[in-house]
């Protein structure tokens, strides 16, 4: 069983920034390098939607469109882990975050890409 935990989640006012982690653990998943890793987000009261994802070779990152230019999304694969660095957050932005893994190299702005899901973080924008 592969476990994805999610951390850096929290409270931060409008303009700020947040760096979100995903690590997997590293003795069921030693792997990681072979997999696509995505961000998705599920505001109050609405769908899951997608946020970012990234390429297992870290090639090639995507992003929807609202939050292209704000946020990034990385990997360090020597440490199992997928980053999400959000700058410039708007009240729109706070949702439940979780990171997923999926073990193809398409397809991935979709959740049925994905395989395996972390717990999620809250990420919430308020002054």
């Known amino acids: 069983q592969v476990h994805l935990v999610e951390s850096g989640g929290g409270l931060v006012q409008p303009g700020g920034s947040l760096t979100l982690s995903c690590e997997a653990s590293?003795?069921?998943?030693?792997?990681?390098?072979?997999?696509?890793m995505g961000w998705v987000r599920q505001p109050p009261g609405k769908e899951r939607e997608f946020v970012a994802a990234i390429h297992w070779s870290g090639d090639s990152t995507y992003y929807a469109d609202s939050v292209k230019g704000r946020f990034t999304i990385s990997r360090y694969n020597a440490k199992n882990t997928a980053y999400l660095q959000m700058n410039s957050l708007k009240p729109e932005d706070t949702a439940v975050y979780s990171c997923?893994?999926?073990?193809?190299?398409?397809?991935?702005?979709?959740?049925?890409?994905?395989?395996?899901w972390g717990q999620g973080t809250q990420v919430t924008v308020s002054s």
């Open positions: 997923a893994a999926s073990p193809t190299s398409y397809g991935l702005r979709s959740a049925i890409a994905y395989t395996y």
């Open positions: 590293e003795r069921t998943f030693s792997t990681f390098s072979n997999y696509g």
